[in-house]
Structure formats: structure tokens, C-alpha cells
């Protein structure tokens, strides 16, 4: 095994040149050598101390005249035969410029040296360009012409007993992050909040957990297996999306979050954190850790599996919510949600609404948000646990407060 070294020695990095960035990798690999990577917590400190050299090389990336680079290619790296640059969608190009910030147009010939520089064009030895495999993936006018696995395919079960809402997204997989978005929110579509005076709108708080697993699944997963779509579930009670590939860091670390942030496609990778996709730190692993229930991940021999316990947060003036919207007092007796909130002062109210956004808090992270001290902070956040709103997670300075998922006790 080795564990691997990248950014001029730096463990666990790797160049934010598109140019050059995952050679190395794809080098070794190729010679059969295992690679291991240093955990996150190091490689944020890596990164932090060299943020400036990584942003200038980013950028000397995007503006630098093309050179002759004779380094390995990986079959998504090669001219596709039967494919020209007409095949290329016109508007996810211009849509790329655009969220990039790149200062050229979609036809000036210094993009297109772009293009050729990071491989998303190949020149052959006739000087014929070609789209290479990784161009028409993120760039083409129908990717699965080329790539059938290239489709994302959603299967909805809004309650039970009814049939399954099939829907595929197919086309360039710059377009499609912001074509699920807006699917996502027919999928779980917002619920008045009549808890207050002024209307407010709710969504369960697996929506944002759901766009950050879908974006990961894009960028992470294996293109070389033929066939395999990103597949996404989703239940009344859970949401299961299947990466198709093994998972690139032991499934212990997915699991508990340490997982270093390496990608198997880093061209992807990079293109998705020039348009705002992802960060460059965690690809959103930040956010599906805060979690609770907390998120499993397996692998069923072909695909990495996220599986992921429905949290939905019903708002207490709604029909679902004084359905769900109860619990039970110590003699038994159900007290209803509503009634509970209602009860509360708006300073507990205002907590409550803080960590429903949140999923969870510490006791100083409200402090500082509602700008109290801590001991009011204390004070107020014990008012919800003793109403069996929120309850508690750790121990001392570790102590987090978590919201309460009603729909999970019920069941």
C-alpha cells in the first residue's frame, strides 16, 4: 500500500490544476498499486496552509496559453470516434462559462484551447477535434448516445399504495444539478407554516441532505461501468441512492465522516466546484453528517449506497402535523405538538425554530446566534428537552441538541 503524496509532496493532495490534476492517481493505478489517503481532519490543515498556491494554480489553469502535455490519458480522456463538436449542447457550454466565471465566449477559439487543455477536447494527429468521453458527459447534447450509464433515473412513492412516479434525467450533467433542484421541489413541496402570525414555509430537512448525496453520486461515481445508473428512491419512509462503483476510501470512513476528499473523477470534479456544485472541502459530507437519523452507507457489490431515514419536519398547523404532532406525557396521556409549541415563550419558540433549520445545535453555537450567554442558552435549550421537543446528544462540551423526528417515535 501507499499512501499518497500530491501537491509538490503534501500528503493527501492533489493539484487544482485540470491539467494535471489526478495523473498521478490514474498513473499508479495503472501500475497496480494500492493508495491510501491521510483522513480529513489532515487534509483540511494541508489545504488551509496552501490555499494560496492552490487558488493561483487554479487559475493559471483557466488562462494559460496551450501547451504540448504528453502525459496518460484515461479512456474518458480520448477522442471519441463518431462524435464532433457539434455534439456539444451549445447551452450547457454557455451555462458553464457563465457559473465559471470564464472570460471567453462559447465560440472564441481561446475556449475551445480550454476545452483542449483540460481534455474535454482531443485533437488527433490529423488535427481533427473530437469530444472526448468526460467533454460529452458534462458538455453533450445527448451524453447517452455514448454513456447509457450516464442517466440518473428517480423512483417516487408518495404514499403507499400508489404507483411509482418514474423520472430520468438524461441530457449534459452540467444542466442536471439545477434540473433536479427543481424537481426536488415538486417532490417535497413546501407546507405553510401557521405556527406564527407571519406565514412561513417548511421543507423536511432530508431535502438538503438529498441535493448534497445527488451531487456526490454524480461526481464520485464509476463512468467505466456500462450501464449502471445512479439510481434514487424514494419512500415515504426512506431515501436510498446507489452510486454505481466501489467506494475510492474504506466504507468504515464514509461512514463515520472522516473520508479525505478525493474524487475517482477529479476533471468532474472540478468543473462541478467552478460552477458552485460542490466545496472543495467535504463535497458536502459537512452537511450530511448534522444529520439525524444519522445516514448509512453500504455497498451491494456494485453500487456505494447511501440510505437515508426519512426526517420529515410537519409544521404544527398543519392536518399531517396534528396527525403526527403528538407525544406522551409521563402518565400516558398523548399531549399534542401544537399545543406545546404554543405554550412556549418566543425566546423557546425562536430556539425550536433554529434548531428545526438546523437539525442540531450546541448550547454556545445558539449563544452566539440568538446573541445571549451561554447560560441563557442552557436554560432556554432545557426548556425544549423537558417538553420532549428536542433532546439530547454527548456529553459535556460535546452536548448537542437535536431535534426530535415525531414521525420516527410514532412509528
Known amino acids: 500500500m501507499l499512501i499518497i503524496n500530491g501537491l509538490h509532496g503534501l500528503p493527501n493532495t492533489t493539484d487544482p490544476d485540470p491539467t494535471v490534476k489526478g495523473k498521478g492517481e490514474d498513473f499508479l493505478r495503472s501500475k497496480k498499486i494500492e493508495i491510501e489517503y491521510f483522513d480529513k481532519d489532515l487534509q483540511n490543515e494541508i489545504i488551509s496552509a496552501n490555499a ?146 407571519a406565514h412561513k414555509e417548511l421543507r423536511e430537512i432530508s431535502i438538503q441532505l438529498l441535493r448534497e448525496a445527488i451531487i456526490n453520486a454524480i461526481v464520485h461515481r464509476d463512468y467505466t461501468i456500462d450501464g ?49 456544485y460542490i466545496e ?27 440510505s437515508i431515514t426519512r426526517n420529515i419536519m410537519f409544521s404544527s398547523g398543519t392536518e399531517a402535523g396534528q396527525e403526527a404532532g403528538q407525544k406522551q406525557d409521563k402518565s400516558g396521556t398523548k399531549k399534542d405538538i401544537g399545543q406545546i409549541i404554543k405554550s412556549l415563550k418566543e425566546e423557546e419558540k425562536k430556539a425550536y425554530d433554529y434548531i428545526k433549520k438546523q437539525a442540531r445545535t450546541t448550547k454556545s453555537d445558539y449563544a452566539i446566534y440568538a446573541q445571549i450567554n451561554d447560560k441563557k442558552s442552557q436554560r432556554i435549550l432545557k426548556k425544549l428537552v423537558d417538553e420532549g421537543l428536542v433532546q439530547i446528544e454527548g456529553k459535556s462540551i460535546a452536548t448537542e441538541y437535536v431535534v426530535v423526528d415525531f414521525n420516527m417515535k410514532e412509528e
Open 52 to 197: 494560496k498556491f492552490m487558488e493561483e494554480a487554479t487559475e493559471r489553469a483557466r488562462t494559460a496559453d496551450l501547451e504540448d502535455l504528453q502525459s496518460i490519458k484515461n479512456p474518458f480522456e480520448v477522442g471519441l470516434k463518431n462524435f464532433a463538436y457539434n455534439d456539444f449542447s451549445e447551452d450547457a457550454l454557455q451555462l458553464y462559462i457563465e457559473k465559471a466565471n470564464i472570460p471567453y465566449k462559447v465560440d472564441s477559439e481561446e475556449f475551445k484551447k480550454l476545452l483542449v487543455k483540460w481534455d474535454f477536447i482531443d485533437v488527433d494527429k490529423e488535427g481533427y477535434a473530437r469530444p472526448t468521453g468526460w467533454g460529452i458527459l458534462l458538455f453533450g447534447k445527448k451524453p447517452t448516445d455514448k454513456y447509457s450509464q450516464a442517466r440518473i433515473k428517480f423512483t417516487v412513492v408518495k404514499s403507499e399504495g400508489l404507483n411509482p412516479e418514474i423520472q430520468d434525467f438524461d441530457e449534459a450533467l452540467v444542466k442536471i444539478p439545477e434540473q433536479i433542484e427543481t424537481y426536488l421541489g415538486f417532490v417535497f413541496p413546501k407546507m405553510p407554516d401557521r405556527s406564527h402570525f
Open 280 to 306: 472543495r472541502r467535504g463535497f458536502g459530507m459537512e452537511e450530511i453528517q448534522k444529520y439525524k437519523p444519522k445516514p448509512v452507507y453500504s455497498f451491494d457489490e456494485v453500487n456505494t449506497v447511501l
Open 228 to 276: 449502471a445508473q445512479i439510481l434514487i428512491n424514494i419512500t415515504p419512509k426512506e431515501i436510498i441512492i446507489k452510486s454505481p462503483g466501489a467506494p475510492i476510501v474504506p466504507l468504515e470512513k464514509l461512514q463515520n465522516f472522516t473520508a479525505p476528499t478525493v474524487s475517482r473523477n477529479p476533471k468532474l470534479a472540478d468543473v462541478f466546484y467552478s460552477m458552485d
